[in-house]
Every structure is written in C-alpha cells, then in structure tokens.
C-alpha cells in the first residue's frame, strides 16, 4: 500500500505521484486512469529496487490539508 497524490494537470491529463518513491510519476485522461497507472507505475519502481538490491523506501508520507 501507498499514499498518492492526484490532481489535475495543466493539460487536462490527471497527474498521479507517489511521494515515498521520489520521481515516481503518472497520468492519465481521467481520475481512474491515472490512479491504475500509478498503481503500474508503482509495481514497475519497486521491482527495479528489488532488482537492484536497492532497499524500498518505507511510506512515510502523510498529508495535510491546510487553510489559507
């Protein structure tokens, strides 16, 4: 499991990022798309960790909503 980010994008595309694994990017043409992307996008990162023999950053991200 993993904490996403997803919102809008300049170009009407959805961006989807992950801020546990830094560079860890995706989008989609809706919501969902980018959501099942981040999701491969996610899976792919990790495996190259594994590969790798590079640990896999735990997730420790956590959002806030802030007034302004």
């Given amino acids: 499991m993993r904490q996403v980010i997803v ?4 170009d009407g595309y959805w961006v989807a990022e ?3 694994l830094p560079g860890c990017v995706s989008q989609g043409s809706t919501r969902e798309d980018a959501v099942e992307n981040i999701r491969e996008a996610i899976e792919a990162y990790v495996a190259a960790l594994d590969e790798d023999g590079i640990p896999i950053p735990s997730d420790t991200f956590q959002a806030m909503v802030v007034a302004v």
């Fill in 7 to 10: 919102f809008p994008g300049e």
């Fill in 18 to 20: 992950c801020p546990s």
